[in-house]
């Protein structure tokens, strides 16, 4: 994760985002350290990347890389604005003994990267390219299913499409093409799908464990569909960093098979 020091909206590169509107750096802040706080109680290890002045949305970690097995496909962002971010995350990873991959083709890491057991569901439309889809399967040795996004709200897969187990997601249809859509009916018959209202609150820009769901407390329909199912969801308010076009998801980049500080020789 890193802490939102210098978030605000200075420009736009997604219909959420209005640099018109002010931004309370401070709110900011609380909402993340909430959501930290949180997955400590939880019992989970967090590791923090430092925040870097300039880049507003470096607190969107998840944009950050794909870990995988402990190899790093590093980002390629598509605008400018985040350019700077793909290196910054990938020297973090090399210091601490990942292998890092270094993408040659467009992608935005965990924001259009979502693993599902052995599955990896890989977003396009809107940021990464499809050639990094396959770049990315030739990388980490998984199969890579392409999606293609066509609601701008919703431009990367992490804002239509929520994981909550090895076999079992969230998502909502209609941010996706018709053949995308078969594509998860087809390996996801009992999915829990969400209503239009959950996903205008990035409601699937959630974070489960496979038991708890934190979520934005605003997705009401949502979180009683989780319950249902026997999850356990927890709403977490994160309504400052949604100016940004994030929530919960956005500012969690998972370290699958995370390399232990412990093992990494020094130099
Ligand atoms: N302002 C950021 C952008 O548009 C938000 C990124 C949100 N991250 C995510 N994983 N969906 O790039």
């Not at 969107?60 to 605008?79: E, P, Q």
Request: hydrophobic residues 40%.
């Amino acid at each position: 994760m890193c802490r939102p020091t210098y978030f605000t909206v200075s420009y736009e590169i997604n219909p959420w985002m209005h640099p018109s509107v002010p931004t309370d750096t401070a709110k900011a802040v609380a909402q993340w350290q909430e959501l930290y706080d949180t997955y400590v109680r939880l019992g989970h290890r967090i590791e923090l990347i430092d925040p870097l002045e300039g880049l507003p949305d470096m607190v969107y970690a998840a944009n950050g890389a794909l870990v995988s097995d402990g190899v790093v496909y590093t980002a390629k962002f598509t605008y400018p604005e985040r350019m700077a971010e793909g290196p910054a995350y990938a020297e973090w990873f090399a210091e601490r003994g990942y292998r890092v991959h270094t993408a040659a083709e467009t992608n935005e890491g965990e924001g259009d990267i979502l693993t599902v057991g052995d599955l990896v569901l890989a977003g396009t439309g809107f940021r990464t390219s499809t050639a990094a889809h396959k770049e990315l399967q030739e990388v980490i040795g998984k199969p890579v299913i392409s999606l293609t996004l066509v609601d701008p709200r919703f431009y990367h897969l992490d804002t239509a499409l929520m994981v909550l187990s090895d076999t079992e997601i969230a998502y909502y249809p209609a941010a996706f093409s018709d053949g995308s859509r078969r594509v998860l009916e087809r390996l996801f018959p009992d999915a829990v799908i969400a209503t239009e209202d959950d996903a205008v609150v990035l409601g699937l820009n959630g974070v489960s464990d496979g038991r708890h769901v934190i979520h934005n407390p605003r997705a009401t329909h949502l979180a009683a569909a989780l319950a249902e199912r026997g999850f356990e969801p927890i709403g977490i308010d994160t309504s400052e960093l949604l100016k940004g076009g994030g929530g919960a998801k956005c500012c969690t980049l998972e370290l699958r098979a995370a390399v232990d500080a412990a093992e990494v020789p020094s130099a």
